[in-house]
């Protein structure tokens, strides 16, 4: 597996688009921002997803793990419902689905439930994060949960490829920690106890400005934001530093490497990787996602075509890449046959002589046009979603969007910028 990374910059203008009427959004006393959708479908499922602006990114460098730790210990009980698993057995018993995960930046958690009891469960979730317990008599029981999961995905290509990843950017930038955690890294350090250090992390960071939530289910928006204000609204509000990265993700001898890494299973790819700063403020127009276009076009005279009749790849695909508040990785993937391994540099080069094609006759309107016409044309007939799939989505779309395109975000070409 090869990646070669380079860095380009950019500038351009966003537009705005019509609120759709169908969901509101607000924000309490306390600065917590809710989004929240009336849906008549399904009336028996009700759903919910909170982020919290609190992730790996924030943790001290001796306790790499310590958001993800949290986030398992706040599932332990609180001072309304002290016993372990509670919440997690009041959701399964009804029918319904829980998780949470734990990012760079990110903390993010979920449930639906049948629609009559949503009310309860909220209550018991709203708990978290107003009166956890951190219950010490199981801090040893989690810190095995999280090592784990930690060795569950030793054997992962995937995540094996994530750390090499990790492992080759610069190291002073949170992206590079070790966010999950195992028995190494979740330690008692001398003097201290993990869960005065996992209280404290929470007292420290975990604070309502810094949380979004959002709910669908077919209660009207003006039951749906009572509820939010009833539960919610009790968060603490806390003097939070601001979090902001300030270093780049790569340095310029992290720029234009070759990295080779050895799968377990049988795998041949060519990944070329483009470093971007943030390019979030770009969704308007959508820059990368015309340049995915073009480049992950199959047709006669697309670089796919060429390579394939060539024999050395079986598959391409454009635009994938790992992203973060100050980056944006921008990746072309091969999937390579046999043959296609013998002849990488020439693959790269073709790669790099279509960039320049697209340079110099690619930036055009009515290709421009066509993609946005398409997008358009998804966003009107695309399939209804599980509504535990759809706040998912809403909420990581309230990281990116402005809150009047929280639903149309990923499918906006608002007009192509040439110079952009």
Same mark, same amino acid.
């Given at each position: 597996?090869?990646?070669?990374?380079?860095?380009?910059?950019f500038?351009?203008?966003?537009?705005q688009?019509?609120?759709?009427?169908?969901?509101?959004?607000?924000?309490?006393?306390n600065?917590?921002?809710?989004?929240?959708?009336?849906?008549?479908?399904?009336?028996?499922?009700?759903?919910?997803?909170?982020i919290?602006?609190?992730g790996?990114?924030?943790?001290?460098?001796?306790?790499n793990?310590?958001?993800?730790?949290?986030e398992?210990?706040?599932?332990?009980g609180? *001072?309304?419902?002290?016993?372990?698993?509670?919440?997690?057995?009041?959701?399964?018993?009804?029918?319904?689905?829980?998780?949470?995960?734990?990012?760079?930046?990110?903390?993010?958690?979920?449930? =639906?439930?049948?629609?009559?009891?949503?009310?309860?469960?909220?209550?018991?979730f709203?708990q978290?994060f107003?009166?956890?317990?951190?219950?010490?008599?199981l801090v040893?029981?989690?810190?095995?949960?999280? %090592?784990s999961?930690?060795?569950l995905?030793?054997?992962? %290509?995937?995540?094996?490829?994530?750390?090499?990843?990790?492992?080759?950017?610069?190291?002073?930038?949170?992206?590079?920690?070790?966010?999950?955690?195992?028995?190494?890294?979740l330690?008692e350090?001398?003097?201290?106890?993990?869960?005065?250090?996992?209280?404290?992390?929470?007292?420290q960071?975990?604070?309502?400005?810094?949380?979004?939530?959002?709910?669908?289910?077919s209660w009207?928006? =003006?039951?749906?934001?009572?509820?939010v204000?009833?539960f919610?609204?009790?968060?603490?509000r806390?003097?939070?530093?601001?979090?902001?990265i300030?270093?780049?993700?790569?340095?310029?001898?992290?720029?234009?490497?070759?990295? +080779?890494?050895?799968?377990?299973? *049988?795998?041949?790819?060519l990944?070329?990787?483009?470093?971007?700063?943030?390019?979030d403020?770009?969704y308007?127009?959508?820059?990368?996602t015309?340049?995915?276009?073009?480049?992950?076009? &199959?047709?006669?005279?697309?670089?796919?075509?060429?390579l394939?009749r060539?024999?050395w790849?079986?598959?391409?695909?454009?635009?994938?890449?790992?992203?973060?508040?100050?980056?944006? =990785?921008?990746?072309v993937?091969?999937?390579?046959?046999?043959?296609?391994?013998?002849? &990488?540099?020439?693959?790269i080069?073709?790669?790099?002589?279509?960039?320049?094609?697209?340079?110099e006759q690619?930036?055009?309107?009515?290709?421009?046009?066509?993609k946005?016409?398409?997008?358009?044309?998804?966003f009107?007939? +695309?399939?209804?979603?599980?509504p535990s799939?759809n706040?998912?989505?809403?909420?990581?779309?309230?990281?990116?969007?402005?809150? *009047?395109?929280v639903?149309?975000? /990923?499918?906006?070409?608002?007009g192509? /910028?040439?110079?952009?």
């Amino acid at each position: 597996i090869l990646m070669i990374i380079n860095v380009f910059t950019f500038n351009g203008n966003a537009q705005q688009v019509p609120v759709d009427p169908a969901f509101r959004i607000g924000k309490l006393d306390n600065g917590m921002t809710y989004y929240i959708r009336h849906n008549e479908e399904p009336k028996d499922r009700a759903s919910f997803y909170i982020i919290q602006n609190v992730g790996a990114l924030l943790e001290n460098n001796n306790q790499n793990g310590l958001a993800h730790f949290l986030e398992h210990m706040l599932f332990l009980g609180t *001072e309304s419902y002290p016993e372990p698993g509670e919440y997690q057995s009041f959701i399964a018993q009804h029918g319904g689905n829980n998780n949470a995960w734990t990012g760079t930046e990110h903390s993010n958690y979920f449930f =639906d439930i049948a629609t009559e009891l949503f009310s309860e469960a909220l209550h018991r979730f709203s708990q978290f994060f107003i009166c956890p317990t951190f219950n010490a008599d199981l801090v040893e029981r989690e810190r095995h949960a999280i %090592d784990s999961e930690y060795r569950l995905k030793i054997s992962d %290509d995937v995540r094996r490829c994530y750390q090499v990843h990790k492992e080759t950017v610069n190291p002073a930038h949170p992206f590079s920690k070790f966010s999950v955690g195992n028995l190494e890294t979740l330690h008692e350090n001398p003097g201290e106890s993990l869960r005065n250090e996992v209280k404290a992390f929470f007292e420290q960071h975990y604070s309502a400005d810094k949380m979004a939530l959002v709910i669908q289910s077919s209660w009207s928006l =003006d039951e749906q934001e009572a509820i939010v204000k009833q539960f919610f609204a009790a968060i603490n509000r806390h003097p939070v530093a601001p979090t902001g990265i300030t270093v780049p993700l790569y340095r310029e001898c992290d720029l234009r490497l070759r990295i +080779q890494i050895q799968p377990i299973k *049988e795998l041949r790819r060519l990944s070329v990787s483009f470093a971007f700063p943030a390019t979030d403020q770009y969704y308007q127009t959508k820059p990368l996602t015309y340049i995915s276009h073009l480049l992950g076009y &199959e047709g006669n005279g697309s670089l796919f075509a060429y390579l394939k009749r060539k024999g050395w790849i079986s598959a391409l695909s454009a635009g994938g890449g790992v992203s973060g508040s100050n980056f944006r =990785d921008f990746q072309v993937n091969f999937s390579l046959t046999p043959e296609g391994l013998e002849h &990488e540099n020439e693959i790269i080069g073709h790669l790099f002589s279509f960039l320049k094609l697209i340079a110099e006759q690619g930036i055009s309107d009515w290709r421009y046009t066509e993609k946005a016409s398409l997008l358009n044309i998804m966003f009107q007939i +695309q399939e209804r979603q599980h509504p535990s799939d759809n706040v998912s989505h809403l909420s990581m779309n309230l990281l990116h969007y402005a809150p *009047e395109d929280v639903l149309r975000g /990923d499918y906006l070409m608002t007009g192509l /910028d040439t110079d952009l």
